[in-house]
């Protein structure tokens, strides 16, 4: 039994659902939204709010906070110069999921991660 374990495995072990998070919070910053399972869409979003809220203050800090964590520079440019000062003004609550339906293949809950318009 697994006691005070808070976070979804998603089926994986550590170091590729580390890798799976990445990907997503860099493809959710740079494309705004992705289409991904309810689970990894509930796993990726507080991960893309936090890397926001970093973003907020263009620091050196924050930027290579930003780096260790997003997979490309172009991700890490965006955050600092468009998306923190987009959301200066806003105590968090950036993104938004969309349950979008199942997929035809296995029945999975598909859902769609937005950053929201403000």
Avoid: C, W
């Avoid at 000062?85 to 938004?96: I, Q, V």
């Amino acid at each position: 039994m697994k006691h005070n374990f808070k976070r979804k495995s998603l089926g994986r072990k550590r170091g590729p659902r580390i890798a799976l998070l990445r990907g997503l919070a860099t493809s959710a910053i740079l494309y705004e939204n992705i289409n991904t399972t309810l689970a990894k869409a509930k796993t990726v979003k507080p991960l893309v709010e936090r890397l926001i809220t970093l973003g907020r203050d263009k620091s050196l800090t924050s930027r290579r906070r930003l780096l260790a964590v997003l997979l490309s520079e172009s991700a890490v440019n965006k955050v600092l110069e468009e998306l923190g000062p987009r959301y200066a003004k806003r105590n968090g609550g950036y993104t938004r999921i969309i349950k979008l339906g199942q997929r035809k293949g296995d029945g999975a809950e598909i859902a769609q991660l937005q950053l929201i318009k403000d």
